[in-house]
């Protein structure tokens, strides 16, 4: 069966763990959570390794310990950083491009070795990206260009690492996850925001596993180079009125 890497494990990232552990696929996490990664990991029979993307080298070395062959990697961290241009300073720009893109760059460089190694037709990369990316929110302009970057990223690297490795990222919307808790932990802001949607409500971490889980897997082997929005409609249509 394959073998992943899944990078951050809260929220979607161990949602995406679990699906896919639940459907006999070999696991390697890597995670900052000292204290959550080893349950999680003895939970899904996975190896892990703890790593914060901020601290150079950290990262490159848990890749590493996933060993010579890996058939997919999925890189789930990310930040959400909202505010005005006015009150964003240049070292909180600069941390959410290094954790969102730079991170994403530096995982796959890391992983390059191992996901050649890879046995399967294609290996697969995933990153994630957000709808702030394809539709202009104000308060966005730093998470915005940071994942702007990691849309870059993936159409660069899907071209460039093709036809052995595919790369493709999803974009959701606001998702009901611990790294959103502020947005989500008042039903009445949570309510507001869902309205916004076509579909009526926030996403939760399984709308988005599901789709990620398929793209890492060979059933999506002529699948590279996309960004796809799992975002109730947010990014391509209009609500009523």
Known sequence: MPTYIIIGTSGIGGTLARHLAATGNGLHLISRNAERLPAL???????????????EGALEAAIAAAGPSIDGLA???????????????DAEALADFQLNALGAFRAVKAALPALKGSVQPTASVLLFSTVAVRQGFTSHASIAMAKGAVEGLTRTLAAELAPKIRVNAIAPSLTRTPLAASLTASEQTANAIAALHPLQRLGEPEDVAGLAALLLSPQAGWITGQVIGVDGGRSSLRGRG
Do not use: F, W
């Open 41 to 55: 990991a003895t939970e899904l029979g996975a190896s892990h390794a703890v790593a914060d993307v901020m601290q």
């Open 75 to 89: 890189y789930c961290v990310g930040s959400i950083n909202l505010k005005p241009l006015g009150r964003v300073s």
